[in-house]
């Protein structure tokens, strides 16, 4: 799915970059470990496709994810319920289509933290 050396990088709702990846074994060594044990969903919608040439589209989606964390890991938060775009470009090699470059760019990002009992 990914080119050899794809740039990835996603950001929080005021464009801080919160993570950034040029390795395909990086950035999915970062996400599992991220997402172990939790329960997840991600949706992306509505592509805006745009032939740039021959070989190379951009790709623009709509996103909402939502994350719920195991209750006794105490280093994320209870959940997470984010929205934003993906921004990503896509190039034709070997007959086969690949993304060179993806960005997620979040509009909102609610994080609720773990309750804590005393």
């Given at each position: 799915?990914?080119?050899?050396?794809?740039?990835?990088?996603?950001?929080?709702?005021?464009?801080?970059?919160?993570?950034?990846?040029?390795?395909?074994?990086?950035?999915?060594?970062?996400?599992?470990?991220?997402?172990?044990?939790?329960?997840?969903?991600?949706?992306?919608?509505?592509?805006?496709?745009?032939?740039?040439?021959?070989?190379?589209?951009?790709?623009?989606?709509?996103?909402?994810d939502y994350l719920v964390f195991p209750e006794d890991d105490e280093t994320r938060?209870?959940?997470?319920?984010?929205?934003?775009?993906?921004?990503?470009t896509w190039e034709l090699a070997d007959g086969q289509w690949r993304i060179a470059?993806?960005?997620?760019?979040?509009?909102?990002?609610?994080?609720?933290?773990?309750?804590?009992?005393?």
């Open positions: 799915m990914f080119s050899t050396e794809p740039e990835a990088r996603f950001m929080d709702p005021e464009g801080s970059t919160v993570a950034a990846f040029n390795s395909v074994g990086d950035f999915v060594a970062a996400t599992a470990r991220y997402l172990e044990g939790a329960r997840t969903i991600h949706q992306v919608h509505n592509a805006e496709l745009e032939r740039v040439s021959a070989h190379q589209v951009t790709a623009i989606w709509s996103m909402e938060p209870a959940s997470m319920h984010g929205y934003g775009h993906y921004h990503e470059k993806l960005a997620l760019r979040r509009t909102i990002l609610e994080i609720k933290p773990k309750e804590r009992v005393q």
